[in-house]
T-cell receptor, first 111, second 116 residues
Framework: KQEVTQIPAALSVPEGENLVLNCSFT??????LQWFRQDPGKGLTSLLL?????REQTSGRLNASLDKSSGRSTLYIAASQPGDSATYLC??????????FGAGTTVTVRA | GAVVSQHPSRVICKSGTSVKIECRSL??????MFWYRQFPKQSLMLMAT?????????EQGVEKDKFLINHASLTLSTLTVTSAHPEDSSFYIC????????????FGEGSRLTVL
């Protein structure tokens, strides 16, 4: 069974600092890996999708890497802003489109 | 990206009543939709996979008679919580896949169910 772990569970940084969020998974036979953002009481917003054949994806200040062999993905957020405060979820997508989610990292960016 | 709409966003009901939550793909056809449940401060747990025109596939531990799922068209899946109890209070989120070669999934905004 696929297990997804996110470390740290919570992170508080001053504005302007870069964020590094880690995700690890136990089974490397994944189809895709997707990073999401969730604001309190809200649904999920897709941030980045990395297909299994890719090693990284970038969108604006966000960069996500994927190392299937070691079962790791890292989300980097450059020059953090208070608006980046949210919970970030990592999910691995299996071949049947099922997702296994990590428990998330709750980020607080202090102004 | 593709848009998935979920309705209602919040619902409060009395214990024993049934509640229906709709999940619609607005600009694409979704052959497969997924229903998740999220408890406070916890991650999403997959409840069931809904395929258009066939019976849903439920994850272990999820009562299919309690959580009725219908995927009658390529743009609509519904989750009905039958005879709701306070322990069914939770945040329910749907996602949709279909017609997208990337395998990316798109999520609804979620529905907060409170059972009194």
């Amino acid at each position: 069974k696929q297990e997804v772990t996110q470390i740290p569970a919570a992170l508080s940084v001053p504005e302007g600092e870069n964020l590094v969020l880690n995700c690890s998974f136990t089974d490397s036979a994944i189809y895709n890996l997707q990073w999401f953002r969730q604001d309190p009481g809200k649904g999920l917003t897709s941030l980045l999708l990395i297909q299994s054949s890719q090693r990284e994806q970038t969108s604006g200040r966000l960069n996500a890497s994927l190392d299937k062999s070691s079962g790791r993905s890292t989300l980097y957020i450059a020059a953090s802003q208070p608006g980046d405060s949210a919970t970030y979820l990592c999910a691995v997508i299996l071949n049947d489109y099922k997702l296994s989610f990590g428990a998330g990292t709750t980020v607080t960016v202090r102004a | 990206g593709a848009v998935v709409s979920q309705h209602p966003s919040r619902v409060i009901c009395k214990s024993g009543t049934s509640v229906k939550i709709e999940c619609r793909s607005l600009d694409f056809q979704a052959t497969t939709m997924f229903w998740y449940r999220q408890f406070p401060k916890q991650s999403l747990m997959l409840m069931a996979t809904s395929n258009e025109g066939s019976k849903a596939t439920y994850e272990q531990g999820v009562e299919k008679d309690k959580f009725l799922i219908n995927h009658a068209s390529l743009t609509l899946s519904t989750l009905t919580v039958t005879s709701a109890h306070p322990e069914d209070s939770s945040f329910y989120i749907c996602s949709a896949s279909g017609g997208m070669n990337t395998g990316e999934l798109f999520f609804g905004e979620g529905s907060r169910l409170t059972v009194l």
